[in-house]
């Protein structure tokens, strides 16, 4: 995708949400995801494995992590999140595809430094991947 840039080369934040934006509009009526399922992402990092943890995915994208996760970890919850509005309407429509929405929450980002809404919380793991 191609992100925005400022007057002096550096990508602008804006720009790289509008660039993710655009990205995640173009592939959202794919017949499969343009970022494959981490399915090995509880093999990873065993700690998501904890029953009745909750989880913050910081940039959820198209719920390559989410999906696994929840389905790996039946008593996890989720809260999902992405400055892109595409990607969060993404997750939570593939999550309710798969009869896991019960257990996911999402968001828009609420600002570009701002990853969730404070009453969402507080979460056991946070998630950047």
Do not use: Y
């Not at 494959?36 to 994208?61: A, S, W, Y």
């Not at 892109?84 to 896991?100: F, I, N, S, Y």
Request: aromatic content about 6%.
């Amino acid at each position: 995708f191609e992100a925005g840039v400022d007057g002096s080369g550096v990508a602008d934040t804006q720009g790289q949400i509008d660039g993710w934006e655009r990205h995640f509009q173009k592939h959202a009526s794919a017949p499969t995801p343009f970022f494959k399922e981490r399915r090995g992402l509880l093999q990873m990092f065993p700690v998501l494995n904890t029953p009745d943890i909750h989880v913050l995915e910081i940039g959820c994208g198209n719920g390559s992590c989410v999906l696994p996760l929840l389905r790996g970890n039946v008593t996890a919850t989720v809260h999902a999140t992405d400055p892109a509005r595409t990607a969060v309407e993404d997750t939570a429509w593939r999550c309710a595809e798969q009869g896991l929405s019960e257990r996911l929450t999402s968001e828009i980002q609420p600002g570009k430094t701002t990853p969730c809404s404070p009453e969402h919380g507080p979460f056991d793991h946070v998630m950047i991947l």
